[in-house]
Each structure stands twice: as C-alpha cells, then as structure tokens.
C-alpha cells in the first residue's frame, strides 16, 4: 500500500479504484458513501481514480451531489499508477470497480473484483467490527 495512503489511516480503509466512464463504479459510489456512514468512523472510504482524462473527471466531479463524491486521489497513466497497482497487487489494467480493504495496520485484507452490492453490507460490517 503506498505510503501516503496507509499513513493517512486510522481504522479500516475501503479503497474504490473506480473511473468516470464506468456506469457500475458510478452506481456504488452512494452505496459506498452510506456503509462509511453507516460504519460510524470505524471504516473510511478513499476513491482513487484510473481515468485517461482528466477533463472527464473533473466534470464528473463538479456535477456531485452535495453528498457525493466530493474528492478522489487521480492516478494519472505512468510510472506513479504503476507503482499504486504494484504495490496493491492489482493487475495493470484492472476490472473496474476494484476494491481493496485494508486493516487499520495498513496490510490488505480484501480485494474485490467488480461491483458491490448492499447485501456486501453485513460481512463488511462484520469485519470491521460493527
């Protein structure tokens, strides 16, 4: 996990690596947004962004609801993605939605392909302790 992220966490981390051109990483982010919610500081959700355009993202992320997302880490193409990736053991060009849940000693405890649904809500509450 780089740094600058597990350095960041207290508690658990859901990491969303998402983009703004993929329909079912847009359809989770509420879902996302309400179990952080939901799990009541023991669980903080980071979205990290694998868009090629950066003009695309930023529209996606002006036009946010006011209880959207409001902010995500951009992993531009080149050597920093790489490294993220590498260090997460996902693959270059990963299936997106891509998840990642990391303890709160920073180690990776959960990697999840593709999307998420509601009934995800009670193992992950079970994991972190709820």
Not at 8 to 13: D, R
Not at 76 to 104: N, Q, S
């Amino acid at each position: 996990m780089p740094d600058k992220l597990s350095q960041a966490a207290q508690g658990w981390t859901w990491v969303n690596f998402w983009a703004a051109w993929c329909v079912p990483c847009k359809e989770e982010m509420p879902r996302l947004i309400e179990f952080e919610k939901k799990l009541g500081g023991k669980l903080r959700v980071v979205f990290v962004s694998l868009d090629d355009d950066q003009r695309q993202l930023d529209d996606f992320l002006k036009a946010q609801p006011e209880t959207g997302v409001r902010a995500t880490y951009w992993l531009k193409e080149g050597k920093e993605r790489e490294a993220w990736l590498t260090a997460a053991e996902i693959e270059e060009d990963p299936e997106l939605p891509t998840h990642l849940l990391v303890d709160p000693e920073g180690k990776v405890r959960c990697r999840v392909k593709g999307a998420i649904e509601d009934s995800d809500y009670p193992s992950l509450a079970q994991i972190v302790g709820r």
